[in-house]
């Protein structure tokens, strides 16, 4: 049972532009949704995060939106630079420092 | 600069051969998870520690995999013996609840089963 679908599987997008990446968790008592960034070789690192008390939140380039009611929540990267492209995780918890349930992740190109 | 460490980065091993891949958390950290990526499945928990306590290994196939944390700066993740199908990355990530900020991962490591 896959409790965090994730999509799209890749995506490609011109250099300035916005990138934006779409999950749905099923397990209401999820309560943490973090978005991972991974380049090849590395691990995941921690992007933004986001509890379900707000319906966005903004780091730089970087925004989630979050919808309780449709249980679903993407990430937006504005103004989408080549530096960005790799692959991006979303994931979910039902607190903060237990395990993580992760969608299959979403590999961006950005081009010039 | 706080990170996890892990080693070794790479493993090339035999099968049946016993494999030990050793995690540093964060100095302070007191949650522990071993997590493997692979093509296939993605990212999937195998094994989770608070305070060095095991409190979730239920994706971890017991009958090869065992992990243990001898001590706070130690965890450690063995397989015996290995099968080809463990070919996949391990990553080892570490937290501090309190601290609100979410698991910081480790560049993990590459293990191929020949």
């Known amino acids: 049972q896959q409790q965090v679908k994730q999509s799209p599987q890749s995506l490609i997008v011109q250099k300035g532009g916005i990138s934006i990446i779409n999950c749905a968790y099923e397990?209401?008592?999820?309560?943490?949704f973090p978005w991972y960034q991974q380049f090849p070789g590395k691990g995941p690192a921690l992007l933004i995060a986001?509890?379900?008390?707000?319906s966005e939140k903004k780091e730089g380039r970087f925004t989630i939106s979050f919808n309780k009611s449709a249980k679903q929540f993407s990430l937006h990267i504005m103004d989408s630079q080549p530096g960005d492209s790799a692959t991006y995780f979303c994931a979910a918890s039902i607190e903060i420092d237990t395990p993580l349930v992760f969608g299959k992740g979403t590999r961006l190109s950005v081009i010039a | 600069d706080a990170r996890v460490t892990q080693t070794p980065r790479d493993k090339v091993t035999e099968m049946g051969q016993e494999v030990t891949m050793r995690c540093q958390p964060i100095?302070?950290?007191?949650?522990v998870f071993w997590y493997r990526q692979t093509m296939k499945q993605g990212l999937e928990l195998l094994a989770y520690?608070?305070?060095?306590?095991?409190?979730?290994d239920s994706g971890m196939p017991k009958d090869r995999f065992s992990a243990e944390m001898p001590d706070a700066t130690l965890a450690t993740l063995k397989i015996q013996p290995s099968e080809p199908r463990d070919s996949a990355v391990y990553f080892c990530a570490s937290g501090l609840a309190d601290r609100g900020q979410g698991a910081f991962f480790g560049q993990g490591t590459r293990l191929t089963v020949v």
């Open positions: 100095l302070g950290h007191n949650t």
């Open positions: 986001i509890r379900p008390d707000v």
């Open positions: 397990n209401t008592a999820f309560d943490y």
């Open positions: 520690f608070r305070n060095r306590a095991p409190l979730d």
